[in-house]
């Protein structure tokens, strides 16, 4: 199987896996990685890609092992604008994460062919009282932001590493890191890096890094701005 549950309760990753639809967490657990990555299921078309975890209501999602839990990439659109790259780990208005060994990352935005990319997943964000723990041995990346093909689009913005909002919490021992923006076309610009930490209203605390994304260019023959 793709996992086994141990007498203390925690789930060991036997190997790498790719989701179709996220794992919700409705209860406390510790996710065992062992070394594997779990990816979230990819957009098609330009929909949006989906996150690996949804924590569902004041819950702890405890990562430990040292493996990567990836967001779904955004689809790429050949005619249209690229869908948004998923978040890592979505943690609802009241989620937790602790991410003591291990990375989180968002997935890329889509490319967009005559319209804008889509812009990069979270590594892990909660958009109520959630609370954000990073330790020594932990990371969170956002995606990078799609670029646009053709036309004047803008490139999608980079992904934060973490999103905590009014009421939640984060602390960063380990690092986190904010995606690349996507590359413009034409007279669109490119798209802004994300940051490695956002604090909407919240608290923070810890001593690790945070670090934002590079901004989006645009090609030479273009007159848009770089992010």
Same mark, same amino acid.
């Given at each position: 199987?793709?996992?086994?549950?141990?007498?203390?309760? *925690?789930?060991?990753?036997?190997?790498?896996?790719?989701?179709?639809?996220?794992?919700?967490?409705?209860?406390?657990?510790?996710?065992?990685?062992?070394?594997?990555?779990?990816? +979230?299921?990819?957009?098609?078309?330009?929909?949006?890609?989906?996150?690996?975890?949804?924590?569902?209501?004041?819950?702890?999602?405890?990562?430990?092992? /040292?493996?990567?839990?990836?967001?779904?990439?955004?689809?790429?659109?050949? !005619?249209? *604008?690229?869908?948004? %790259?998923?978040?890592?780990?979505?943690?609802?208005?009241? +989620?937790?994460?602790?991410?003591?060994?291990? $990375?989180?990352?968002?997935?890329?935005?889509?490319?967009?062919?005559?319209?804008?990319? %889509?812009?990069?997943?979270?590594?892990?964000?909660?958009?109520?009282? !959630?609370?954000?723990?990073?330790?020594?041995?932990?990371?969170?990346?956002?995606?990078?932001? /799609?670029?646009?093909?053709? /036309?004047? &689009?803008? +490139? !999608? $913005?980079?992904?934060?590493?973490?999103?905590?909002?009014?009421?939640?919490?984060?602390?960063?021992?380990?690092?986190?890191?904010?995606?690349?923006?996507?590359?413009?076309?034409?007279?669109?610009?490119?798209?802004?890096?994300?940051?490695?930490?956002?604090?909407?209203? !919240?608290? $923070?605390?810890?001593?690790?890094? $945070?670090?934002?994304?590079?901004?989006?260019?645009?090609?030479?023959?273009? *007159?848009?701005?770089? &992010?």
């Amino acid at each position: 199987g793709n996992a086994t549950l141990r007498p203390d309760g *925690t789930i060991k990753i036997e190997k790498d896996v790719t989701l179709d639809d996220p794992i919700r967490v409705e209860t406390d657990v510790t996710i065992d990685l062992g070394g594997h990555t779990i990816n +979230g299921a990819n957009g098609q078309n330009g929909s949006d890609g989906k996150p690996s975890f949804v924590v569902v209501g004041d819950h702890t999602l405890t990562i430990i092992g /040292g493996g990567t839990i990836s967001g779904g990439d955004g689809g790429d659109n050949p !005619g249209g *604008t690229g869908g948004d %790259g998923a978040p890592g780990v979505d943690l609802g208005s009241d +989620g937790n994460i602790s991410v003591d060994d291990g $990375a989180i990352t968002g997935g890329d935005g889509g490319s967009g062919a005559g319209g804008n990319g %889509g812009n990069g997943g979270d590594g892990a964000s909660s958009t109520g009282s !959630g609370t954000v723990d990073v330790g020594t041995d932990g990371s969170a990346a956002g995606g990078n932001g /799609g670029i646009s093909t053709g /036309g004047n &689009g803008t +490139g !999608g $913005a980079g992904g934060n590493g973490t999103q905590t909002s009014a009421g939640g919490s984060t602390t960063v021992n380990g690092e986190t890191n904010g995606g690349n923006g996507g590359s413009g076309s034409g007279t669109g610009g490119g798209g802004n890096g994300g940051n490695g930490t956002v604090i909407d209203g !919240g608290t $923070a605390g810890g001593n690790g890094s $945070a670090t934002g994304g590079d901004g989006g260019g645009v090609p030479e023959d273009g *007159t848009g701005n770089p &992010g």
